[in-house]
């Protein structure tokens, strides 16, 4: 199946004055990167990732071939029953590093009951500049508990209805997902302090 993306940030107020990235082209472009590698859809169980799977995209951009990887793994939290971690490792590789150095690496906690989204952390290199945050998915008063590296206060992000989930878990949805050409669904995304809703559209089939 052949599908492409489109979005916009919820940009909800913070509950709490805290700060906002404005972090939409940044969504965007890895949104491209990550979906540029998915592939064809097919028959899987209801949670997309299983204890113990591994994935692994190389991903190109322009002419620039093995410009990155993105490695996925999935295993259970030894502190909470019930519950998988999805750990996703994402790199620029070969010529592209030499042009931009870039590492990454997200872990979320899902709950295997529900299927939500519990809490995630994600850090990154760019250059030699570190960034990290950790979040923590309060349902009950839809409130998101945001803290940065450098942060001694969380930031409270007001979450908009649905399920959120991390960029690459929406991508890999889609495997469970049984959309035919012309439709689409919708999904919650955040990317480091913003909520995006996307709509994930079927445009054809892959020969």
Known sequence: MIACLTGQPCRPPARDGGRRTGGALRAIALLILAGASLESARAAPAFPLQNGEQLV?????AIVRGAGEIKIEAHPDADTPNSLVVTTTTA???FARWLMRFEAKAASVY???TGSLVSLSESSDTRGKLKSHAVAFDYADRLASYRALDSTEPSLLAMPSGDPS???MALL????WDLKPGESRDSLVLFDDDFYELTIHATGYEE
Request: aromatic share 12%; no cysteine; charged share 35%.
């Open 166 to 168: 991390d960029l690459i």
């Open 57 to 61: 995209y190389r991903v190109s951009w």
């Open 173 to 176: 949805k889609t495997r469970t």
């Open 92 to 94: 620029t590789r070969g």
């Open 111 to 113: 709950d295997l009951t």
